[in-house]
């Protein structure tokens, strides 16, 4: 545990309430907020001094800060707008000029930030971060910088490589220049930056990385190794599997894993932390309970389970345990979803009431445990375990009803139906439906969203890959519409069409977050309650469905 006394100087309501988001954040990575004093008087109660000011300091303040009696971070505008006379910025060991507009910048490693943990201490390279962050603020321009002072984080405005985030030892003062506009104060990567140097400041020692297991190692096993090994701060220890071809190209892929054809063995393997869970979905809720009574955090695929208590079951246990147990809702940072989330939080097309989405096609069903009822739940539990994840964090409102319908017409050999469709009802009256068929030979659009002043549509694409055989004969591959992102298209009122772009996010968005919020406490974008939500969803739709259609109210 770290206390902080912050010094909050601010004349924006809305970065001040920013900086009470932070607060909370940083507060559940374990650095406890203390008010900070009016005066010069009791900076010594905490640990470190955060200072977040845009308005003049008292002179006394200042100079107390200058020569601090515990390390002091200065925050944000600090440097340029709360001490005029240089005397922080002398402290710091910097000579800041203006400011650029608020714009994308890319915060990249400083010369001496190559592992942030070792710029405060030498135990090495204990880096948590990939090669640069994205964040929307202003640089501070940096004229000169004093020789003892160590560059943690560089920001580039033309040619030039300012310095945002510096560390001099000599006067125990830090600085870090972003944080002026109430976006980048509660940014994810910047509050992961700032964990970091508070926890160094206050001489705490890095956490090691977090030790992942694989109980399961199937194409999406192959997924989470290539992620886990990619992100910092996780590393991978050890993969099970009933298939020792498959354990064969686990360990080929990382050299030195240990691997095991047991899962006890994996469960009680000493040096795991969390396991992930790639088992087919009607075992996930008995693996989970087992990983957590063998005290590891648990990371399960989707869907949660095939019942809703099996959830509660699961959610229950690692709450009494303080373990974490999330579920891999991988597509909820698809390019598209992000982009429709955005269009409709930004209210471009007013207020959304009607929203659809399509996955499918014309074609046999795989032949895999995905098409069996009794291990996969059902064709709502497939893909229903994305897209009705995305509708849903859409539409965060609470539900009324749950319709459905199936039907199995033509595939007789698996017990998936053919074709399903849920409709969900919400207590406001916006309505959602999902449609997954095998049996659509001609393909509806992936997303149709009606707005009050305007619409999206999503439409599949046909993409191939077109190559030569050894004899030099055409050889092409036609990719199934849901390999591709959809063209995203937003229609106004008056009958324009703007083609949406679709940009790919950061690399594995879920690692990186499930790293944080183990070894920082920092929160997650997807949440067990959230896929809780999702299963009660697909559970009343197999109700509603077996009985001719009538609405159930999930669980």
């Known amino acids: ?3 902080a006394a912050w010094i909050v100087r601010l004349g924006s309501a809305a970065e001040q309430a920013a900086v009470a988001d932070l607060r909370r954040q ?14 010069a008087t009791g900076l010594s109660a905490a640990d470190v001094v955060v200072v977040w000011a845009d308005r003049r300091l008292e002179p006394d303040l200042v100079r107390a800060l200058a020569d601090p009696a515990v390390p002091v971070l200065l925050a944000g505008s600090t440097l340029t707008e709360a001490d005029p006379d240089g ?43 990939d090669e640069h962050e994205h964040l929307a603020g202003r640089v501070v321009t940096v004229a000169r910088i004093a020789d003892d002072v160590r560059v943690l984080r560089t920001a580039r405005l033309g040619l030039v490589d300012h310095p945002v985030l510096v560390w001099r030892p000599s006067t125990a003062t830090a600085a870090w220049t972003m944080g002026t506009s109430p976006s980048a104060i509660v940014d994810h990567d910047a ?15 890095p956490p090691a990385p977090v030790r992942v297991g694989l109980l399961g190692y199937g194409a999406i096993g192959h997924e989470h190794s290539r992620a886990v090994r990619a992100v910092d701060g996780l590393a991978l220890t050890a993969v099970c599997d009933t298939s020792q071809d498959r354990l064969d190209i686990a360990a080929a892929a990382a050299p030195g894993v240990a691997t095991t054809t047991s899962a006890e063995a994996l469960l009680e393997h000493g040096d795991v932390d969390v396991v992930v869970v790639s088992t087919p979905p009607s075992s996930h809720a008995h693996w989970a309970l087992r990983a957590i009574a063998s005290v590891k955090h648990v990371v399960l695929e989707k869907p949660f389970a095939i019942r809703t208590a099996e959830a509660d079951e699961v959610l229950a246990a690692a709450d009494s345990a303080g373990l974490l147990a999330v579920v891999y809702q991988n597509r909820r940072f698809d390019p598209d979803h992000l982009a429709v989330r955005r269009i409709i939080e930004r209210g471009d097309i007013g207020e959304v009431f009607h929203v659809e989405t399509f996955v499918g096609g014309y074609g046999h069903p795989c032949n895999l445990w995905h098409s069996d009822e009794g291990v996969s739940g059902g064709a709502f539990y497939d893909w229903g375990s994305h897209l009705l994840d995305q509708v849903l964090d859409l539409i965060p409102t609470p539900i009324e009803y749950v319709t459905a319908a199936a039907h199995k017409r033509a595939w007789f050999d698996v017990t998936n139906a053919d074709h399903s469709r849920v409709t969900v009802r919400f207590v406001d009256g916006v309505e959602a439906e999902f449609i997954h068929s095998d049996l659509a030979a001609a393909l509806k659009p992936r997303w149709y969203v009606l707005g009050t002043r305007g619409a999206i549509v999503g439409t599949w694409r046909s993409e191939r890959i077109v190559a ?35 940009p790919a996010g950061p690399a594995y968005p879920f690692h990186r977050e499930l790293a944080d919020r183990l070894l920082f406490g920092l929160p997650m974008t997807v949440t067990a309650q959230q896929a809780r939500r999702v299963l009660s969803v697909m559970e009343a739709a197999s109700a509603s469905a077996a009985d001719h259609g009538r609405p159930v109210v999930p669980r």
């Open 1 to 3: 545990m770290v206390t």
């Open 87 to 129: 005397v922080l910025a002398e402290a710091a060991g910097v000579a800041v000029g203006a400011s650029s507009p608020v714009h994308d910048v890319r915060l990249r490693m400083g010369p001496d930030g190559k592992g942030l943990y070792a710029a405060f201490h030498t135990h090495g390279d204990h880096a948590h971060h």
């Open 468 to 502: 030569r055989s050894d004899i030099g004969t055409l050889v092409e591959d036609r990719l199934a519409p849901a390999d591709s992102p959809p063209l995203l298209d937003m229609h106004a009122a008056d009958g324009s069409v703007t083609r949406v772009a679709t």
């Open 191 to 205: 509050t992961r930056l700032l964990v970091q140097v508070l926890q160094q400041m206050a001489g705490q020692e």
């Open 26 to 39: 940083l507060a559940a990575a374990g650095i406890e907020a203390l008010d900070g004093p009016d005066g």
